[in-house]
């Protein structure tokens, strides 16, 4: 609906997994974001990319790893996660960085860490 | 740290009456509001936004407003209807890559 599709769109894995959310976006942007949601908290931004460079860590533990291939696909890698890193993991994409303009949010994958 | 949002989780009106959602924000250089509304298993969705030299903005059925002497935004909404149930997000954006969201407000809207 919003052009940023997310897959898997439920995840259920165990701490020693290994595992990929995939995100794409078909609106031409140049910039995606990862952001992690809580219950009961605010929506956490983790990273940034705009056109594929990194732009924006916000001190997200390793066991989280980025990957942007191009600038319509973002990889977030998992691996060794905790079960506080269950939630839903949200990508959303921009058109650009400096742009007053929104962002459009994928549906989530919702993580559950056993 | 910057800060988005009052702690007002929940939110009831009856159909047909008008919503009012609160959102405060603390950095005074914030220029550029958002409101989402976030469904059960979906993702954020854009409802409007305001650039910070407006104070009011229309849309279909809502309405922005955004007070920077006391640094508070509200989210109207006319004539609600059983869907517009939802938690609403306001965020705020100083002009780069950056977001700040609010803790956001559930919406339920009674028949």
């Known amino acids: 609906e919003t052009g940023v599709t997310q897959t898997p769109r439920h995840l259920v894995m165990g701490m020693t997994n290994k595992k990929s959310l995939k995100c794409e976006q078909h609106?031409?942007?140049?910039?995606m974001y990862w952001y992690k949601q809580s219950a009961k908290k605010p929506l956490e931004l983790m990273f940034v990319y705009s056109l594929e460079e990194r732009v924006e860590n916000n001190s997200v533990p390793s066991r989280f790893s980025p990957e942007c291939p191009n600038s319509s696909h973002l990889f977030l890698h998992l691996h060794t996660l905790q079960p506080e890193d269950s939630a839903l993991y949200l990508c959303?994409?921009?058109?650009?960085?400096?742009?007053?303009?929104?962002?459009?949010f994928g549906p989530g994958t919702r993580l559950l860490v056993l | 740290g910057e800060s988005v949002g009052l702690h007002l989780p929940t939110l009831s009106v009856q159909e047909g009456d008008n919503s009012i959602i609160n959102c405060a924000y603390s950095?005074?250089?914030?220029?550029?509001f958002i409101w989402y509304k976030q469904e059960s298993g979906k993702g954020p969705q854009f409802i409007i936004d305001i650039r910070s030299n407006m104070d009011k903005r229309q849309g279909q059925r809502v309405t922005v407003l955004l007070n920077k002497t006391v640094k508070h935004l509200s989210l109207q909404i006319a004539a609600t209807q059983p869907g517009d149930s939802a938690v609403y997000f306001c965020a705020e954006n100083t002009g780069g890559q950056n977001f700040v969201f609010g803790p956001g407000t559930r919406l339920s809207v009674l028949p």
């Open positions: 950095n005074s250089a914030s220029d550029y």
């Open positions: 609106l031409g942007h140049n910039a």
């Open positions: 959303a994409s921009r058109r650009g960085l400096a742009d007053e303009e929104t962002q459009y």
